[in-house]
């Protein structure tokens, strides 16, 4: 069955130069990727991704993580991959999300640390679940960012709605 899962490269995985690798490590799992997109993560959008860590001492260090501002990277990529079984296989292929507790040879413990205040830089986040995957997708891009239908979609009119357009 095919699935959807959202990937985020996280700023250390930026500062780090770790694109390319990330991108060829996930290769392997053979996948389509179906949206991709570089961020600058407003407060909301990251209070919004990590909702459910809100309650946690960490949750201001985490926000600023993921807007960059603990890496001088304000943004991220964002990528939607898509097909069969993808958030096992793009799960397996990251590693444990405590980058020392991750096998060697996954992109978290190849690549990831915990720092001294003990966050961690994990360099890529993995949708868990299926349901937390159509949560993070929808927040993350609109349906028009992704070149195929995940989910149901409506047409609305906006009217009076600023856009920035090229001068």
């Known amino acids: 069955m095919s699935q959807a899962v959202l990937i985020l490269i996280k700023p250390d995985g930026l500062k780090k130069s770790l694109t390319g690798n990330i991108l060829t490590r996930l290769s392997e799992t053979k996948l389509e990727i179906v949206a991709a997109k570089m961020v600058r993560v407003s407060k909301e959008l ?3 991704h990590y909702q459910h860590l809100k309650d946690r001492p960490f949750f201001p260090e985490i926000i600023k993580y993921l807007r960059g ?4 990277r304000r943004k ?8 069969k ?3 096992k ?5 990251a590693g444990a999300t405590n980058p ?3 096998e060697a040879t996954s992109i978290r413990g190849s690549y990831g640390r915990i720092t001294t205040s003990g966050i961690y830089e994990n360099v890529i986040h993995v949708s868990s679940n299926e349901a937390e995957a159509e949560r993070e997708i929808k927040l993350w891009f609109s349906p028009d960012e992704i070149i195929v239908d995940l ?7 906006e009217k009076e709605c600023r ?5």
């Open 46 to 48: 990251a209070e919004e």
């Open 69 to 72: 501002e603990l890496h001088d």
């Open 76 to 83: 991220v990529m964002a990528m939607i991959y898509w097909g």
């Open 85 to 87: 079984d993808a958030i």
């Open 89 to 93: 296989k793009c799960r397996d292929l």
């Open 100 to 102: 020392e507790e991750a």
């Open 151 to 157: 989910y149901p979609t409506k047409e609305t009119v």
């Open 163 to 167: 856009h920035k357009a090229w001068a």
